[in-house]
């Protein structure tokens, strides 16, 4: 059975930092791809960030290219994101998403989700 467990979010001032962290188990991710998405209250989810595990290229929404850097550990099963410069925007809950393919990166579309992890930004 396959699990995505999120750590690291919380309580954040704007212009503060956070890592999240996405550790997969019950199988093996390193020929697919894993990313961040988030859901703001009354919004629909979106992706934030996509790594393709073996190659590590990246694709980023807009609104946080040049503050969040999505990283993998592939020996660990893990990914990363590191959120810089945060913005009240940013609030919201983040969930870890894998694919068994590379593809998934290009389509957005991910087989395993976790439960999300809950990162606040305050004014």
């Known amino acids: 059975q396959v699990q995505l467990v999120e750590s690291g979010g919380g309580l954040v001032q704007a212009g503060g930092s956070l890592r999240l962290a996405c550790a997969a188990s019950?199988?093996?991710?390193?020929?697919?791809?894993m990313a961040w998405f988030r859901q703001a209250p009354g919004k629909e989810r979106a992706l934030v960030a996509a790594i393709t595990m073996s190659s590590g290229t990246t694709t980023y929404a807009d609104s946080v290219k040049g503050r969040f850097t999505i990283s993998r550990d592939n020996a660990k099963n893990t990914v990363f994101l590191q959120m810089n410069s945060l913005k009240t925007e940013d609030t919201a809950v983040y969930y870890c998403a894998a694919g068994s393919s590379w593809i998934s990166r290009i389509t957005g579309k991910f087989d395993y989700w976790g439960q999300g992890t809950q990162v606040t930004v305050s004014s």
């Open positions: 019950g199988r093996s991710f390193s020929n697919g791809a």
